[in-house]
């Protein structure tokens, strides 16, 4: 039988018949090492990074361990955002459908308390949350942990980076004692094996060879005052004119003067960092996915499990601290088919971190001359698409073809004018080429979408 299929797992009949529904046949690096282990009921790190396949790892884990008829929290997933916690609930849920009555409840802030404690007084088998909301509901003493069986820490390294080891710290000693711990991080740092150390029990190691494929990806080196690093920011952008640029610094204040400078300079560029409140991150994120600003600025903390699938190129403004982080942000150019880029900036002060990185990617920098950053003759194009958010969501069953059949239809608009389109629970978004805007805008402000008024704004 071929080690690579889910079928050599020994898995229950009703999820391999889900697997195979799903179009799930052959299992991912991850899954491959990974499974075996957390079906043994063995304590687990490993060093997996966004879109390896890690959550249908330890979702088909802890399914294989929850007792349908016993209404306890019998296993806990901590993610560090609201984002990547929904995420891992909906494919947990897909991965679950064969299972008769598997109730999975997701805590995180941003939305009311008083759902989610009369989602938990009716009992739930799976938790999917967030530290800060986690800790809220232990406080209340609305949520028991005592009879987990299977706890998943996802994204380790990033809900540490986040200031979140104390809260951690009291979620997990709320658990069973006598328990399964799985942690993944798509780095190790010295923080993250301190925390293993003191929560896992004798577990097993699992790297992937690469934590991403970066031969496709061109990496330039620049050497650079730290008083020039916005201005050489700006000159590689003027040259090369990237579709779309994440942009890395590594403080909350250097994000915020990055972009407001390139802003300044005819960029269309956005901050993102770590203490924004919830919509306007979500904001900020989907006008970047959906094309309707070309630049994103970022703190690694805040960029950690962007949903970009095309990305022309990196820049790192700033060194990372530690050379995994600086082959993690890279990577998230040159995915699939596609050649990346990657400028990296190097004051004097970085020698060091600058030789880690060297060796971490087995081969010397390739220095490139800052005077060979000139712009190109054309100015700078506007964003091709803007992005309008309104009223109504999935709580008023709307759905994104509702949105589209109401701005193709009633509107008029051509199909091709519109892009992604995103619908939460209450508001819905979507993206519209710019020239088309108004018009949109004009149509849905004030206007019906499946039966109900909405109102709509700009971005």
Request: proline share 4%; aromatic share 4%; charged share 25%.
């Amino acid at each position: 039988m071929n080690k690579t299929e889910f079928s050599s797992l020994g898995l229950s009949a009703p999820l391999l018949s889900n697997l195979d529904g799903l179009g799930y046949h052959q299992m991912t690096p991850i899954q491959a090492r990974a499974l075996p282990v957390i079906l043994s009921g063995g304590d687990l790190i490993a060093q997996a990074k966004t879109g390896s396949g890690k959550t249908a790892a330890f979702g088909l884990g802890l399914l294989s361990r929850i007792n349908p008829r016993w209404f306890a929290v019998q296993a806990l997933v901590l993610c560090p955002t609201r984002e990547l916690a929904d995420q891992v609930a909906r494919e947990i849920r897909r991965l679950a459908r064969a299972i008769d009555n598997i109730k999975v409840v997701t805590l995180t802030g941003g939305t009311p308390m008083g759902p989610q404690i009369g989602s938990l007084s009716h009992g739930a088998h799976i938790v999917v949350g967030t530290p800060g909301r986690l800790h809220d509901h232990l406080f209340r003493e609305t949520l028991d942990l005592s009879k987990v069986e299977t706890l998943v820490l996802d994204e380790a390294d990033r809900m540490v980076d986040m200031g979140f080891y104390e809260e951690i710290t009291g979620i997990v000693d709320a658990c069973a004692k006598k328990r399964q711990t799985l942690l993944f991080s798509a780095t190790y740092p010295d923080n993250i094996r301190k925390l293993a150390a003191r929560f896992l029990k004798n577990p097993e190691q699992i790297r992937l060879e690469s934590l991403n494929d970066t031969s496709r990806i061109e990496q330039r080196f620049y050497k650079v005052s730290p008083e020039a690093r916005i201005s050489t920011v700006a000159a590689a952008l003027a040259h090369f004119r990237p579709a779309s640029t994440l942009v890395f610094c590594n403080t909350k204040e250097q994000v915020k003067n990055m972009a407001r400078d390139l802003t300044a300079q005819g960029f269309s560029s956005l901050a993102l960092y770590g203490d924004l409140e919830q919509r306007d991150r979500d904001e900020i994120l989907l006008q970047f996915a959906a094309g309707c600003a070309s630049v994103l600025v970022a703190t690694d903390v805040a960029a950690r499990g962007l949903d970009i699938t095309t990305l022309a190129c990196v820049v790192n403004a700033d060194l990372a601290h530690d050379p995994e982080i600086h082959i993690h942000r890279i990577g998230r150019t040159g995915r699939g088919h596609d050649k990346g880029l990657a400028l990296s900036l190097v004051v004097p002060s970085d020698g060091k971190r600058l030789a880690q990185i060297e060796v971490q990617q087995q081969g010397p920098a390739n220095w490139r001359d800052v005077k060979e950053l000139v712009a190109q003759a054309a100015p700078a194009a506007a964003p091709a698409m803007a992005l309008i958010c309104m009223t109504g969501g999935k709580k008023d069953k709307i759905r994104p073809g509702d949105i589209l059949g109401a701005l193709t239809g009633d509107a008029g608009l051509p199909g091709a004018a519109i892009g992604k389109i995103s619908v939460s629970d209450n508001i819905s978004y979507v993206a519209i080429e710019r020239s088309r805007a108004k018009e949109a805008l004009a149509h849905l402000d004030g206007g019906r979408v499946k039966g109900r008024n909405v109102k709509a704004r700009l971005i």
